[in-house]
């Protein structure tokens, strides 16, 4: 009797011996494959997406239902390599969000959460704060409110007048600010992979290198879906699906009969980073007040857990879901984007500010003088550039940024076993147990687990 694994083992000695040939390939694999009796594994609930929502929400899953037998897939070589692994590091506090909203109630307590988690397991962060600063008189009304928000939300936070910014920011200048003590950095990939480990230690499996390309009707009624990946060996049955996608959230639910909307339209951040020599610039998060016309937050200064600071990032379009460097390129990801209707009203809706970050984009001079406004005695020779990430932004057909989390379960024979996070928008990194309690949740009202 072949297992999955002995069968893969065979398969690649195969390709050793033959390899060469160009008349072999996956396909003769799925042929030889039918004449062989091999065990498929079967599993309870299978969770695709090893980032850090899949892999909180796999954790939790375990933790509730430890006599279920669980796999998460990812369909990298590595787990969190993407969003979490390009994250900036932050720990937010709950200030930005309307008190009410899921974004406020699951970042509160996420921050609670994870802190106790890297408490209890040994994963180093720092506690190093945040100044919301108001640089011109005209911002001073916008801080006083979202200083109030905050306090709706239960954030630890306070007034810091002008005189006193340089306490917290000795460098800093501005008229007003609000300093938030609990916000804090963290490396989200370590977090990612720990929530990884315990996962594992408690039972559950996790394969790698697995890109899922299909659901379909299994014939085995106990293990009602398959989930196919892009190797013609790779198949798993199971009795629920949990999909946490990030950045192709929208295309895994389109497979099990979901709308395509919302849809993922991915926007790239590019950082300039502090030489090592000017670090000292910056003890902890500095942010502007933001503009509640634009989308993004604005350029911040972000202290990492290596020393480093980051200052940013821009928010421009990319042209591939997972396009780093800004060159990068894939044909459908593009022709998705430009096809869209949502993005075009997007566009337009705001046109100067997106001029605006190509012109900053281009420019570390025109970067630096809007982090000048902070900071007056940074320089352009005191910063060089830095790393970029993807975030997976979800948009309406009306240009719209959706800011809720979005559950969906398709259509068709499979789709009472299917729940699609198709949307866990940020602090989605701060709030990932807390959004894993919900997730389960959800899936247990669905599902009956």
Request: charged share 25%.
């Amino acid at each position: 009797m072949y297992n999955l694994n002995s069968f893969t083992i065979m398969l690649r000695t195969i390709h050793r011996y033959v390899g060469r040939s160009r008349t072999y390939n996956f396909r003769t694999a799925r042929n030889l494959s039918s004449t062989l009796n091999y065990d498929i594994e079967k599993y309870d609930v299978t969770i695709v997406g090893g980032g850090i929502v899949g892999l909180a929400t796999a954790r939790e899953l375990l933790l509730r239902n430890p006599d279920l037998k669980l796999c998460l897939l990812e369909k990298e070589h590595q787990l969190s390599i993407h969003q979490t692994g390009h994250n900036s590091g932050v720990i937010h506090a709950g200030i930005y969000y309307k008190p009410g909203t899921l974004k406020a109630k699951l970042c509160v307590e996420g921050l609670k959460m994870l802190y106790d988690f890297c408490d209890e397991h040994r994963v180093p962060y720092k506690k190093c704060g945040k100044l919301i600063v108001a640089t011109e008189a005209e911002e001073i009304p916008r801080l006083d409110n979202l200083y109030a928000r905050a306090l709706e939300n239960g954030c630890t936070v306070s007034i810091v007048e002008g005189k006193d910014i340089q306490t917290f920011e000795p460098h800093c200048r501005g008229l007003k600010a609000i300093h938030s003590p609990n916000t804090g950095i963290v490396d989200y990939a370590l977090v990612a992979r720990t929530y990884g480990k315990e996962f594992e230690k408690k039972g559950g499996t996790i394969k790698l290198a697995y890109q899922v390309e299909d659901f379909k009707q299994s014939s085995d009624a106990d293990y009602p879906v398959a989930i196919i990946g892009n190797h013609d060996y790779q198949q798993v049955h199971s009795r629920y699906v949990i999909t946490c996608g990030g950045l192709y959230s929208d295309r895994l639910a389109t497979i099990s009969g979901c709308d395509s909307i919302p849809k993922i339209v991915p926007f790239r951040g590019e950082y300039l980073v502090l030489k090592p020599e000017m670090s000292h610039l910056a003890r902890g998060n500095i942010y502007p007040v933001p503009n509640p016309a634009l989308p993004f937050l604005g350029f911040h200064f972000t202290p990492r857990m290596n020393g480093d600071v980051w200052l940013g990032p821009n928010a421009l379009l990319a042209f591939k879901r997972e396009g780093y460097n800004f060159f990068d390129f894939d044909v459908k990801d593009s022709y998705e984007a430009a096809t869209f209707r949502g993005l075009r009203k997007l566009v337009m809706k705001h046109i100067g500010a997106g001029l605006g970050e190509l012109s900053r984009a281009a420019s570390m001079r025109l970067q630096v003088k809007k982090l000048q406004r902070f900071i007056p005695e940074l320089r352009v020779e005191d910063v060089q550039r830095g790393p970029a990430g993807v975030r997976a932004q979800a948009l309406d057909t009306d240009g719209n940024l959706v800011d809720d989390f979005i559950f969906d379960s398709g259509s068709g024979q499979l789709s009472q076993r299917m729940l699609h996070v198709r949307n866990a928008p940020s602090p989605a990194a701060t709030s990932s147990l807390a959004i894993a309690k919900m997730v389960v949740d959800e899936s247990k009202r669905r599902f009956l687990l």
